[in-house]
């Protein structure tokens, strides 16, 4: 709005906001705004959060330093939402389509969250949407992003072509041929593209809201995470850079700088109340939609392949609470770890919260700072 307001309309009148044009100067004003939004209203959320009695169950089966938190103000993750969406449509061109798919389907991904979470309140235990609730919904609000994607795509808006780390030239198309020809292999690589979109994103979804368990733990990540796609989106969009490092251009994509810098802000700003101890978890409202705001950025930056480092604690994380289920189905009960997600593992083996806390911090900037290495290492 701002964007259109103060360049769109002002500028021809006023030179002066020229200055309106650049990314970097919007992305930097997106990222203070949603930081702002953040500590200004975080204390009003908490407090109507306990006053509606907003608290956080704790599993029965968790660990035993964590029944104190019970009761704790959770659904904060409505601050985040807030904290990011606002200022993307105050400071970003809200007539680039990849914008809107990207603010809707945090949204969508928050919707589902808020779902959740709200009917743990009501029925005051840790259960809300069983799994598979949750995974059709996860399924419909992805298949809506791949959908939206094929739409550009057809249009020439979109590219489909995957970009692979360390590989300069291997640029597989996803989506073979064109809906003007159609043909076997066509419809083969079609669905293969929505499934691929569909799962990239509803496991990064999904691996967020399991790292969500520490105070500080997800939201720290996510700063990190965020902060790695905001250098990537915006070399993705320059001509320059993205020239220079061999990238595939996407003129389009430059704009989700805004968001990416929006999500930075809105995570710091949130950090701020979350930290240890914490004086408000994010819920899965807030896991959710943060998980499903980076996989579709990382999917229409075309990045998906350098998602596991750009997230690699989240990736870690899930991959633990699977190889968990595994084992104990598989060897009759037998466990790899003490307890997953792997971050309870490490506090059963006597590591302090803010230990684990903090490790996995650095462990999130190490795959972050390796993910955008690999933008030269080519």
């Given amino acids: 709005m701002l964007y259109w307001l103060l360049y769109q309309k002002m500028y021809p009148i006023f030179r002066v906001f020229r200055i309106f044009r650049y990314l970097t100067f919007r992305c930097v004003f997106a990222s203070l705004t949603a930081l702002a939004i953040g500590m200004l209203i975080g204390p009003f959320v908490i407090r109507r959060l306990r006053e509606f009695q907003i608290g956080q169950y704790i599993r029965d089966e968790g660990p035993e330093s964590h029944k104190k938190k019970t009761g704790t103000p959770t659904m904060g993750g409505v601050l985040i939402c807030i904290s990011i969406l606002v200022p993307t449509l105050l400071w970003s061109d809200l007539s680039n389509p990849l914008v809107w798919i990207t603010i809707l389907s945090t949204t969508a991904f928050g919707a589902i969250g808020f779902a959740d979470d709200y009917i743990k309140v009501v029925h005051k235990r840790n259960l809300g949407l069983t799994s598979r609730q949750k995974l059709l919904l996860q399924f419909i609000a992805s298949f809506g992003v791949a959908a939206s994607l094929v739409f550009l795509q057809t249009r020439g808006l979109y590219s489909t072509r995957l970009v692979v780390p360390f590989l300069k030239h291997f640029r597989p198309d996803l989506i073979i041929g064109s809906i003007q020809h159609i043909h076997g292999l066509y419809w083969f690589s079609f669905v293969f593209f929505v499934a691929f979109v569909m799962l990239v994103i509803t496991f990064s ?85 943060l998980g499903g705001a980076i996989s579709t950025v990382a999917v229409l930056i075309k990045q998906e392949l350098l998602l596991p480092f750009i997230g690699g604690v989240f990736i870690l994380e899930a991959v633990s609470v699977m190889l968990q289920v595994g084992s104990y189905k598989l060897r009759g009960g037998k466990r790899i770890f003490k307890m997953a997600p792997l971050h309870h593992h490490f506090e059963l083996s006597g590591w302090s919260e803010s230990k684990v806390i903090t490790r996995f911090w650095i462990m999130a900037l190490i795959f972050a700072l390796f993910a955008l290495t690999t933008l030269k290492l080519r």
């Fill in 205 to 289: 979804s999904n691996a967020v809201n399991l790292t969500d368990g520490l105070d500080g733990l997800a939201i720290g990540c996510t700063i990190i995470a965020a902060a790695a796609l905001t250098v990537l989106t915006y070399v993705s969009g320059h001509m320059v850079f993205s020239d220079y490092l061999e990238l595939q251009r996407m003129p389009l994509a430059g704009e989700l700088t805004i968001f990416c810098g929006a999500m930075v802000g809105a995570s710091i700003g949130f950090l701020w109340y979350n930290a240890h101890p914490a004086e408000v978890f994010m819920g899965d409202v807030g896991s959710l939609a």
